[in-house]
């Protein structure tokens, strides 16, 4: 008889075998990254899978540490540095089984300097869904024929700063950072350690084989505010959570909040919605309606912000109507400058209320105070 397997227990197991080698940013990422792990053994039982993305902004950082510890838990794990995205789709269509897929140092690939991606990006997002595939070409001349290559697979990956937009909306982000000097963890010595991981996965894929009834047709409910792509993102791993039992439901549910609540913090999207969000949050805070020549001085003034140097020359009055113009007022009028009064005479300018409509539809939330502990660790050291 299969020996049947606590999955609580051995999800507890998991994460306590990645805070042996990682110190995470906050207790959401361990929960996040350990029921990652586990979706990883039961893909065909969902629609999407997240990618996985350890990022920071420096080198030093555990990103690395992170990805290794992973590759030790999941099936078939496939290290792909350099790999080519015909290396890859090639890869998860072959019938003897689908990799997991581990990218280290991905900011080689889509960094400033790497050049044009646009097909190995195009396969990560087409993998993110099930039903994903990559179309090319087979033969040599006229006598070419379309295939479509199976794309769906899981993939974590590690870099140093951030990823094309159409990828970070896919992921789960964990922002990594240097330990402090009292942050201690055990050294990782692969010789030593894959074989506790292997034995932890192996013990994975059993109780993956023993819950797939139940996750296969399960509908994990969303906390509040939680929704379209965060929603894909962690509806599997919260349908883990939900077959595995224990306090894992409660906690995967605030890891859910706390890590989409900071991604939505982190993210300035697209330059028009840095501007929007500049705009909210320095520019026109407590204001009703500002000359253009002041919004310009106070955005160029703007430490961290691109205005001051945007393809070698500061935002101007053209370039702010042009990217201010691409959205809508409430009254659906492209916003537009205006006639505003100031100390006696009229200038142009813009107004609070013409924003508005555009701040509440594409701005990340207010940047708020950090992080809240998950259940169960308020008191921890």
Known sequence: MTETIDGAALLDEVEAFHRRF???????????????????????????????????????????????????????????????????????????????????????????KAGDNEELRGFLNAGHRRTGVTYRCIGDGGNQTVQAFPSYCAVAVAGLGNLPDTIMTRSVIIRMRRRARNERVEAFRARLHEAEGHALRDRLTQWAEHARGFIMGAWPEMPDGVSDRPADVWEPLLAIADAIGGTWPERARAACVALVTASKANDKGSLGVRLLADLRDHVMVGIDRLPTVAILDRLNALDDAPWADLHGKPLDNRRLSKMLAEYMTADNEPIASRNIKTAGSVLKGYAATDLHDAWQRYCPPPPESPLPPLPGTENAA
Do not use: Q
Not at 77 to 106: H, K, W
């Open 22 to 112: 990682n110190v995470f940013p906050h207790e959401a990422a361990y929960v996040a990254v350990a029921l990652w792990d586990a979706h990883a053994h039961l893909l065909d039982c969902f629609d999407s899978t997240p990618r996985l993305a350890f990022l920071s902004p420096e080198p030093g950082s555990g990103k690395s540490r992170a990805l290794e510890v992973v590759e030790t838990l999941v099936p078939a794990p496939m290290t792909a540095v350099n790999a080519s995205a015909a290396a890859l789709f090639r890869s998860v269509s072959n019938p003897n089984g689908r990799p997991t897929i581990l990218f280290d140092e991905i900011d080689t690939i889509f960094g400033p």
